[in-house]
């Protein structure tokens, strides 16, 4: 949470860094073993919001059909490893979503939540 905090605040994003300092995400620590549900609450919902509409301007709308879940796997998954600014954002989502913990299972893990969670 800190890292996407860091990030937000150099991006000159204050409107996204004051609203991750009203968000109370459980502490990082190991994500190994976690599910995807919880990962996502962990560590992606301060952006993407639990309703996984984006909580801030230009962050992709999960419940969108022809949106981002609609891309394949391979290409989530590269996005979730090494970040991602899609196009007409201010901001960009930081590699693993700022937590350096996440394995490759962890977000297989997330990408199967959401397609489960949000449709697609």
Known sequence: MRNILT???ESNDTAGAAHLL???AA????SSGLSGKEIFAQTCVACHSADGKGAFPGVPDFTDKN???SKPDSELFKHVMGGFQSPGSP???PPK????SLTDTDIQNVI???HEEFGS
């Open 67 to 69: 949106g981002r879940l």
């Open 7 to 9: 990030f937000l605040q």
């Open 97 to 100: 979503g700022g937590n350096t």
């Open 22 to 24: 009203k968000t109370s």
């Open 27 to 30: 502490p990082v620590t190991g």
């Open 112 to 114: 199967k939540y959401l």
């Open 91 to 93: 901001m960009a989502m």
